[in-house]
């Protein structure tokens, strides 16, 4: 069964950095392009970081760049989403995803999604 489970989100402050992690069976993450995605209250899913399989292509959203670093071990089936300088706006329930497709940005290529880990940053 493909499996994606988050860990890491907690609550900070403004400022603050998180990690947050994606532990993946192997089926859902071997050779796929993976991203992270958030939700804010009342907001629709926005794509947030993607990472090629091999690690030679990144996207991130401009709200985040420069920001947040998306990373990956391979050996490990797990995806990571290093973030600093956290702010009330990132506020969000964080999901990572695998994609059917190679591009980080191709959007409806993620096909199998996380439950999700809350990130709360206070002001």
């Known amino acids: 069964q493909v499996q994606l489970v988050e860990s890491g989100g907690g609550l900070v402050q403004t400022g603050d950095s998180l990690r947050l992690s994606c532990a993946a069976s192997?089926?859902?993450?071997?050779?796929?392009?993976m991203g992270w995605f958030r939700q804010a209250p009342g907001k629709e899913r926005e794509f947030v970081a993607g990472l090629s399989w091999i690690g030679d292509i990144t996207g991130y959203a401009d709200s985040v760049k420069g920001r947040f670093t998306i990373s990956r071990d391979n050996d490990k089936n797990t995806l990571y989403l290093q973030m600093a300088n956290l702010k009330p706006e990132d506020t969000a329930v964080y999901s990572c995803?695998?994609?059917?497709?190679?591009?980080?940005?191709?959007?409806?290529?993620?096909?199998?999604w996380g439950q999700g880990t809350q990130v709360t940053v206070s002001s």
């Open positions: 192997g089926r859902t993450f071997t050779g796929r392009t």
């Open positions: 995803a695998a994609s059917r497709l190679s591009g980080v940005f191709s959007i409806t290529g993620y096909d199998v």
